[in-house]
């Protein structure tokens, strides 16, 4: 943020960023107006198909005449019914008619015919595949412009601070040395608003910790204030903009363990705890193909994006969609499991995201309930599937996410309900406790030796103290 925020330019600017977000929107549009895939192939496919067979295998034979110009539709239908018979039942097959019979080139023109229409098979693999990263492309242009009006309405409906708050915060910190020169507040909702201060100290030899300037404005707006995450740490004699926003009611403390496959020195796991200004906590875990040095690779990778794409302010379903796009159009075959869950720091709200995942452990105080995925992982299907669900949460609750090494380790039948009692049977109050410990019993289960990459990631949902 600036300094200094002049209002005549207010309403110029959000228009202008209005038309960044509505280029961004028709852009959309248009691709949105492309084919849609398909799942067969079109006439102009079979129609080349028949011109193919018709110049190479047929170009110089006997019957050619015959075949082609008098009995044209009776040709036509016989090698469309084998055609039709390849690709409904994945094999080529024909009836034993006069066409067949008499033809002097049928092992030629059936091989022929087979050739084109694996080629044809194989074009409209990729002309879909290439459909499908369009969608991405429209989904990423809309939550691109999407972005743009909430940057408008975060800058431009910012508003200067005044009356008796304003007067209340000059008095208040001058007596603490601190000289206001600059107060702007944008509310988004009614848990969440960011505070910006231009200050600076007002005695040449002090400096003071920005969270000892929290501490005390949290006085005058009736609830505990804190700096942004990528705030300043302290104030001096320059002035400088700093961002205060509220703390959230609850807080969530993670811990993880993991086991690395044995024969494995890395692991092909890789999970994510952070914290988003906006009061929401993320715990994920990617969970790569294999096991080793390409799998963590290629989870670390889906985990970075994820992050990215949550801190630029995509959507979670479209930040999926486009890290499934990018997966993809690699040239090799590479798959990773997400397991996300976001929990609202205000409200306790907690949604679980699964693609490919393991199944998740909600503990409340005297049960634990099982969240289950059913969807293929990311970057395996043509189509991204994931499976979305709510829960509240209380003080004392505990997620438990887990990757699919720590289920495979425990009989089939029985995985889910052993989870569920071990960790029914969890005293401590740590996550990170928990987590270790769950982990152990796993392990000694399978005496000791991990045959896949493990992780157990834990959150304790508590209120803040």
Not at 68 to 90: C, K, N, P, S, V
Not at 205 to 224: M, N, T
Not at 301 to 318: C, D, H, N, S, Y
Not at 412 to 428: C, G, H, L, N
Request: aromatic fraction near 10%; glycine fraction near 6%.
């Amino acid at each position: 943020m600036g300094e200094y925020f002049d209002t005549a330019v207010l309403e110029p600017g959000r228009e202008r960023l209005e038309g960044y977000a509505q280029a961004f929107q028709n852009l959309s549009n248009t691709f949105r107006h492309m084919p849609a895939k398909r799942e067969q192939l079109s006439r102009e496919d079979v129609e080349g198909i028949f011109r193919d067979v018709r110049e190479t295998v047929c170009a110089t034979c006997k019957r050619r005449e015959i075949c082609w110009d008098r009995q044209y539709y009776r040709t036509y239908r016989q090698i469309y019914a084998f055609l039709d018979a390849a690709e409904t039942d994945g094999v080529s097959g024909n009836e034993n008619t006069d066409f067949w019979e008499r033809c002097l080139r049928r092992i030629r023109l059936e091989d022929a015919i087979m050739d084109s229409f694996r080629r044809a098979r194989l074009n409209l693999m990729w002309s879909n595949r290439l459909l499908e990263t369009r969608l991405a492309m429209v989904e990423q242009m809309e939550q691109t412009a999407a972005i743009i009006r909430r940057a408008a309405s975060s800058v431009y409906d910012m508003k200067r601070l005044e009356g008796l708050k304003r007067y209340q915060i000059d008095a208040g910190l001058r007596t603490h040395g601190l000289q206001v020169l600059e107060a702007w507040m944008f509310e988004k909702d009614e848990n969440w608003f960011e505070l910006y201060l231009t200050i600076r100290t007002s005695r040449k030899s002090r400096c003071i910790p920005v969270k000892e300037a929290a501490w005390w404005l949290s006085g005058y707006f009736g609830q505990e204030m804190a700096p942004a995450f990528d705030s300043r740490m302290i104030i001096n004699r320059e002035y400088s903009t700093v961002c205060f926003t509220p703390e959230p009611d609850y807080q969530m403390l993670g811990g993880v363990a993991r086991a690395t496959r044995e024969g494995e020195v890395i692991s092909g796991d890789n999970f994510s705890i952070f914290r988003r200004d906006n009061g929401q906590m993320i715990l994920s875990i990617s969970d790569g193909m294999g096991s080793g040095p390409d799998a963590c690779q290629e989870s670390e990778r889906v985990i970075e994006l994820l992050e990215q794409f949550l801190e630029a302010g995509f959507a979670k379903e479209t930040a999926v969609r486009m890290i499934h796009a990018a997966l993809m159009l690699q040239d090799n075959s590479s798959f990773s499991s997400v397991d996300l869950c976001t929990v609202n720091l205000f409200t306790g709200e907690c949604e679980f995201l699964k693609i490919g995942a393991s199944t998740t452990f909600l503990r409340k105080k005297d049960w634990v309930e099982a969240i289950v995925s059913t969807s293929a992982p990311i970057g395996l299907m043509e189509e991204v599937d994931f499976e979305c669900a709510k829960r509240q949460l209380e003080p004392g609750d505990f997620v438990v996410m887990v990757s699919d090494g720590v289920m495979d380790a425990l009989a089939p039948s029985e995985a889910e309900e052993t989870m569920k009692e071990m960790i029914r049977k969890e005293q401590t109050a740590s996550a990170g406790e928990m987590a270790k410990n769950l982990l152990e019993k796993v392990l000694k289960l399978g005496e000791s030796r991990a045959e896949d990459d493990m992780t157990v990631l834990v959150g304790g949902f508590w209120e803040r103290t």
